[in-house]
């Protein structure tokens, strides 16, 4: 058989293989898409109480994504110790060892499961909240993606796709479906970290890492266009860089130079946050206050 002939049915190969694993992942969206509803049911007849019966109605609210490790977790930590309602999500709770220890620590603090690649998994959330107020909703998430795919006459696309649906599409998908929660809240905050990287002016300084760079550049158009949609509403969409931060997203850039620890970058992130005013709407906000033009 000739060499031509093996690679053509190892490319039918691959396509098939990957076409069932996207059917398998769209079923396992829809039994969850389901399930949510039925729980929505249970609880609009009183059979069940609603996830956040327990969250202090005199306190204010944050919801962030990625909570399990690195800066999402130091967010939970500090916004739980200053008395805030924590709803901390992430993919698998059930190996956030740390996470549940401070759930155990905070009763405010609680642990939801929800993958911001997954319509089903947002959709499922937002209607478990959809009664409550959320005063910040903070789009943690993020991944690197493989530096090694990023690279010139290396590029894969199929990488490009995984980078994109976290750190493009997931805080728009979240910012969309929790848009109502923020709408009421006292405070009326939409938070995306990073960003900087993805500017003309900073992007070209970090050689290759394309992927990375344009769902950045592509995360900013959304949430500045957002930002003009919700203004009269009163709703504030800010994107703060958190900085150089020594987390496993930093390892894996490839980053070896200075950085700060993950509790230094959260506080100052929070306190920037607490700043936030009309003005600063659309704003690319570095960790130290400083105004990032893009």
């Given at each position: ?15 098939r293989?990957?076409?069932q694993t996207r ?7 829809s ?12 609880v ?6 609603p996830?956040?019966?327990d ?11 990625g ?9 939970a930590?500090?916004?739980a ?5 924590v ?5 698998r709770?059930?190996e956030?060892?740390?996470?549940k220890?401070?759930?155990l620590e905070?009763?405010?603090?609680v642990i ?8 089903a ?7 478990k ?9 903070l789009?943690?998430a993020g ?7 990023q690279?010139?006459?290396?590029l ?9 649906a976290?750190?493009?599409f997931?805080p728009?998908r979240?910012?969309?479906?929790f848009l109502?929660?923020?709408?009421v809240?006292?405070?009326k905050k ?9 500017t003309?002016r900073i ?7 394309y992927?990375?760079?344009?769902s950045k550049?592509a995360?900013l158009?959304?949430m500045?266009t957002l930002q003009?949609?919700v ?5 504030i969409?800010?994107?703060?860089s958190?900085?150089?931060?020594a987390?496993?997203?930093?390892v894996?850039?490839g980053?070896?130079?200075k950085?700060?620890?993950a509790?230094e970058s959260?506080a100052?992130v929070?306190e920037?946050i ?6 600063l709407?659309?704003?690319l906000?570095?960790?130290n ?6």
């Amino acid at each position: 058989m000739s060499l031509e002939r093996i690679q053509e049915k190892w490319t039918r190969f691959s396509v098939r293989k990957r076409d069932q694993t996207r059917n398998l992942e769209h079923f396992h969206e829809s039994i969850n898409l389901v399930l949510a509803v039925l729980l929505g049911v249970l609880v609009s007849f009183g059979i069940i109480g609603p996830a956040w019966a327990d969250l202090r109605a005199d306190k204010p609210t944050i919801l962030i994504t990625g909570s399990n490790r690195g800066l999402g977790l130091e967010f939970a930590r500090q916004y739980a110790a200053k008395g805030w309602n924590v709803i901390a999500t992430c993919r698998r709770p059930e190996e956030a060892e740390d996470l549940k220890a401070l759930a155990l620590e905070q009763s405010q603090v609680v642990i939801e499961k929800v993958d911001v690649t997954s319509d089903a998994d947002v959709a499922a959330l937002a209607l478990k909240y959809r009664d409550q107020p959320v005063d910040i909703l903070l789009n943690n998430a993020g991944i690197y993606g493989d530096v090694k795919k990023q690279k010139m006459g290396a590029l894969e696309f199929d990488e490009l796709e995984k980078v994109f649906a976290v750190n493009t599409f997931g805080p728009l998908r979240m910012s969309q479906a929790f848009l109502e929660n923020v709408a009421v809240s006292e405070q009326k905050k939409i938070i995306s970290l990073g960003g900087g990287i993805g500017t003309p002016r900073i992007g070209p300084l970090v050689p290759d890492d394309y992927f990375f760079k344009m769902s950045k550049a592509a995360h900013l158009m959304a949430m500045a266009t957002l930002q003009a949609k919700v203004r009269k509403r009163g709703i504030i969409v800010s994107m703060i860089s958190p900085g150089m931060v020594a987390t496993q997203h930093l390892v894996d850039s490839g980053y070896t130079g200075k950085s700060i620890s993950a509790a230094e970058s959260a506080a100052l992130v929070i306190e920037q946050i607490g700043r936030l005013d009309d003005s600063l709407g659309g704003k690319l906000i570095n960790y130290n206050g400083k105004i990032t033009p893009y």
